[in-house]
């Protein structure tokens, strides 16, 4: 503990020195999030990174979350530095949907406007239309159909199932998944549900279908916590990464939260659920954002292609605001 206080305390003054800014997801370590807090920085969901990434003035923004995080904030802020603690953390979504073969999906249907989650890599968000966060896709489908528009769904499928269901919408999906998320069982959370009748189920959308069904929330992190805040329930069943926990509790300091259950036969793994690329930013790795060599932690993005993948993310902030 006194290690950890030493390294904050570090991390901080370096921070300062820097003029950086930490940006921080709700997935990742509470000892992160709060050091966010605490220096002026921010903890949000990825459409609430991006936007606070946008509108603020420091040079140099230390992004701890996801490769896709980063690149939409370089793609956003050109001239800012962006330094993620490990350039290492990906996500599932990212890496089942390459640029590629998404590219040759979308030349095989023409006619359909390509909605891309900001869950992909900027090659994949230059090749597409739109770009949506889970706090926001239901609405732009919504818009989307009903103008009449055929649509490309990449690359979440659940996400996909849950915004068609809604909307009525018909989608051509790509197949990909969260590692995370797909490991919530639904007959498992419905025993959850039978030992804790009192409960509210809150689950984030990238979860199966059958998960989905059982809940009285479905959506983005930020808005499961103010569902969490809302709900007259005192006691919630959570069905996305830990991470989440730290602000949840912090917004409602008098209910009681259980983890939903994943693994595999049996289902008995509970807070369990932890994205391992966002698990890599540490303090340790922080601190060496801010003294290693920019090299080994800048997210850059070619110009051409940052101009191309702008254009989806900047349609996606315009309808948001
Ligand atoms: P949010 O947009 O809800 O923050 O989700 C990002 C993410 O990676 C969820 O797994
Ligand atoms: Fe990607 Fe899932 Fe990790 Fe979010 S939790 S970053 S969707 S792998």
């Known amino acids: 503990a006194q290690q950890q206080t030493a390294l904050v305390a570090e991390i901080t003054t370096l921070l300062e020195a820097r003029q950086a800014v930490l940006v921080a997801h709700y997935y990742t370590d509470p000892v992160i999030q709060a050091l966010a ?3 002026g920085g921010f903890v949000g969901d990825s459409l609430e990174m991006a936007r606070f990434g946008r509108d603020q003035p420091a ?3 230390i992004v701890a979350g996801v490769r896709f995080m980063g690149e939409t904030a370089k793609i956003l802020s050109p001239h800012k530095q962006i330094l993620m603690p490990t350039l290492g953390a990906e996500c599932s979504l990212d890496l089942g949907c390459p640029a590629d073969q998404f590219s040759a999906f979308c030349d095989a249907n023409p006619d359909h406007v390509v909605v891309v989650y900001a869950n992909t890599s900027a090659a994949v968000k230059a090749r597409a239309d739109w770009v ?11 818009h989307l159909d009903s103008l009449g528009q055929k649509i490309i769904w990449a690359p979440d499928r ?14 051509l999906r790509w197949q990909g998944h969260c590692i995370v998320h797909d490991e919530f069982k ?7 549900k039978t030992q804790h009748p009192d409960a509210a189920v809150l689950v984030h959308p990238e979860s199966p279908a059958a998960v989905i069904a059982l809940a009285d929330a479905v959506g983005s992190t930020s808005q499961l916590i103010k569902a969490a805040k809302a709900l007259p329930q005192r006691k919630l069943i959570v069905a996305t990464d830990r991470g989440i926990f730290y602000k949840m509790q912090q917004a409602c300091p008098d209910k009681e939260m259980v983890a939903a259950p994943t ?3 049996g ?3 509970r807070s369990c659920a932890h994205c391992p690329w966002m698990a890599m930013n540490g303090l340790m790795s922080v601190k060496a954002a801010l003294t290693e060599p920019a090299a080994h932690h800048e997210i850059e993005v070619a110009e051409p292609l940052r101009l191309r993948a702008l254009i989806p993310l900047e349609r ?3 309808f948001a605001a």
């Not at 949506?132 to 489908?141: C, D, F, H, K, N």
């Not at 639904?186 to 959850?192: H, T, V």
């Open 37 to 39: 807090e605490a220096t």
């Open 59 to 61: 040079d140099t923004l």
């Open 132 to 142: 949506v966060t889970s706090s926001i896709a239901l609405e732009v489908v919504e």
């Open 158 to 171: 659940h996400l996909g199932d849950y915004i068609e269901k809604k909307t009525g919408a018909q989608m």
């Open 186 to 192: 639904a007959r498992a959370l419905d025993e959850l």
């Open 263 to 265: 693994g595999g036969e």
């Open 267 to 269: 289902a008995t793994c």
């Open 316 to 318: 996606m902030l315009h």
